[in-house]
């Protein structure tokens, strides 16, 4: 990648810089738009060949999970399909519908309290674009401000890819039958030869590169999440294919089961939870702006939940790339209900466990918690 600053000093030609943005048209301060409950907003209809440079957004909306229940979607050189479809705050790296604050590259979450969604990745179009807001929500978005930067050339060569990003939820099932057995602590661990129960992040036809991923993790238990193996089956290929990981924090460039914040430009996590272990929430992310991933005709990114998935977990991801069109359609987004949060494991919640593992040990009146069956 070359650095950002590298061409600012040299004259353009023929590129002209345009913005359309949620300004006040009667030349009032209510520089917004209203969204109702049920409706989607153009918020930008660009003819001809450009790139979008930046997007910046925020907004008001009494429903609490609106980053979740707002979907954005992005549309290139007239496509019916759109290129660009996820919930407005896992596109931008805000999980559950969430406000927090985020930064990396290209994208990032600002003050105000994360309140202020910015995009930086480039997004070129050869003829035409078109990006819309849907508010499925039984609210109305009282207030959303928006700035679309883009530029203007003559035309857009065909060695442009079109950006792309697709968001997938997934609650995982326990595949092995030795159950949820992570560092075989129940039960000894099977290999595995396969990336068929892997959780799919993206599953892509035509020619492109692979450029991102944000990570969405929601663990009902305390136990280490991410001694999953990350997979990258290239035009076909057949397991363990010409790209396999080590472990989930590997290919996120940590090491060692984190759980800390840490926020660098391509990679980082941005939320960790505060509970027992790695119980409750945690958001991850990975850009590979210096070692994407090439594809001539497919790719199938997926990784696996826990040791030959053998978690229970709530994933949700954006998978970020480009490619030529067309791109294969995305399955039907999620309905909202199926997008919602999975309930939070409390304290309550815990101690009925623990409750029934004293059952489960005869009820002694001094159990402490470590106790073990001998022949384990």
């Known amino acids: 990648m070359h650095s950002p600053l590298g061409g600012i000093a040299e004259l353009q030609q023929g590129i002209k810089t345009k913005r359309i943005s949620s300004y006040d048209r009667s030349g009032g301060n209510a520089d917004c738009i209203r969204i109702a409950a049920g409706e989607t907003a153009e918020l930008a209809a660009i003819e001809g060949a450009g790139i979008i440079k930046h997007i910046w957004f925020t907004l008001s909306s009494p429903?609490?999970?609106?980053?979740?229940?707002?979907?954005?979607?992005?549309?290139?050189?007239?496509?019916?399909?759109?290129?660009?479809?996820?919930?407005?705050?896992?596109?931008?790296?805000?999980?559950?519908?969430?406000?927090?604050?985020?930064?990396?590259?290209?994208?990032?979450?600002?003050?105000?309290?994360?309140?202020?969604?910015?995009?930086?990745?480039?997004?070129?179009?050869?003829?035409?674009a078109r990006v819309t807001l849907e508010n499925d929500s039984e609210h109305v978005m009282q207030s959303f401000y928006f700035y679309i930067h883009y530029e203007v050339y003559p035309s857009m060569p065909d060695t442009k890819g079109r950006f792309h990003a697709w968001w997938n939820r997934e609650l995982t099932e326990v595949h092995p039958a030795e159950g949820e057995t992570e560092w075989a602590i129940v039960a000894k661990q099977a290999p595995n030869k396969t990336d068929e129960h892997n959780y799919l992040f993206a599953d892509i036809e035509g020619k492109g590169h692979f450029v991102g991923v944000n990570y969405y993790?929601?663990?009902?238990?305390?136990?280490w999440y991410g001694e999953g193996d990350d997979m990258w089956m290239v035009d076909g290929e057949a397991w363990p294919g010409s790209l396999h990981g080590t472990g989930t924090e590997d290919f996120f460039?940590?090491?060692?089961?984190?759980?800390?914040?840490?926020?660098?430009?391509?990679?980082?996590?941005?939320?960790?939870?505060?509970?027992?272990?790695?119980?409750?929430?945690?958001?991850?992310?990975?850009?590979?702006f210096e070692d994407p991933i090439y594809f001539d005709k497919s790719l199938r990114a997926s990784i696996e939940?826990?040791?030959?998935?053998?978690?229970?977990?709530?994933?949700?991801?954006?998978?970020?790339?480009?490619?030529?069109?067309?791109?294969?359609?995305?399955?039907?987004?999620?309905?909202?209900?199926?997008?919602?949060?999975?309930?939070?494991?409390t304290p309550s919640d815990v101690h009925l466990w623990r409750h029934a593992w004293r059952q489960s040990k005869g009820a002694s009146p001094t159990l402490w918690g470590n106790e073990r069956d001998p022949k384990k």
């Open 63 to 128: 429903d609490k999970m609106i980053r979740r229940n707002a979907i954005l979607r992005m549309y290139w050189d007239g496509e019916t399909e759109p290129s660009v479809e996820a919930p407005l705050g896992d596109f931008f790296g805000q999980g559950w519908g969430e406000e927090y604050s985020f930064q990396s590259l290209p994208l990032a979450a600002a003050p105000r309290e994360g309140r202020a969604l910015n995009c930086y990745f480039p997004m070129p179009f050869g003829n035409g």
């Open 217 to 223: 993790v929601d663990s009902p238990g305390p136990m």
């Open 253 to 288: 460039n940590t090491s060692w089961s984190p759980n800390e914040i840490y926020m660098h430009p391509y990679f980082g996590s941005a939320r960790i939870p505060d509970k027992l272990g790695w119980m409750g929430r945690t958001h991850i992310y990975r850009f590979l």
């Open 305 to 345: 939940h826990g040791h030959d998935n053998n978690l229970t977990l709530d994933l949700c991801t954006v998978a970020y790339w480009y490619q030529a069109e067309p791109h294969k359609p995305y399955p039907a987004i999620r309905s909202r209900a199926e997008r919602g949060n999975m309930p939070e494991i």
